[in-house]
């Protein structure tokens, strides 16, 4: 468990990384199926990439961690099911989105779970070596 939460961790934040610096630097143009929405938009998707790039590295120095603090794990996974949430409320008012947006939804909604299953694995297996040295 503890390896399985390391890893995914790790890879949630290189993941982020990558999606935010990609949205930074192509603004609109790295949305599928949006082409061009305007100075402001682009603006807004550039300001949201480095954002979303500053969450990735946040994820990457609790990888870093030892032991992977639990609460910073809840938090950052809280905050990309509340990401979710988001997805569901804009498909609520303005309908379906392009597809791969849908795909993003189911990701954001059940990811999160696994997550907050597996964010004390690290502290407990530590406290219970620990307990194990006396």
Request: with cysteine; aromatic share 10%.
């Amino acid at each position: 468990m503890v390896r399985l939460l390391k890893w995914l961790v790790l890879v949630m934040g290189i993941a982020c990384v990558a999606i935010g610096a990609v949205h930074l630097a192509l603004g609109i143009g790295s949305v599928p199926g949006e082409g061009s929405a305007g100075a402001t938009v682009d603006s807004r998707e550039r300001f949201y990439g480095a954002v979303f790039l500053g969450y990735g590295l946040a994820w990457i120095w609790a990888a870093r961690q030892s032991p992977v603090p639990s609460t910073a794990v809840r938090w950052l996974a809280g905050i990309f099911l509340l990401g979710g949430a988001g997805r569901l409320l804009s498909l609520a008012v303005h309908g379906r989105p392009q597809w791969f947006q849908l795909v993003l939804t189911v990701i954001e909604l059940a990811l999160p779970w696994l997550y907050f299953r597996l964010s004390t694995a690290d502290e407990k297996a530590v406290a219970g070596a620990a307990g194990r040295d006396r």
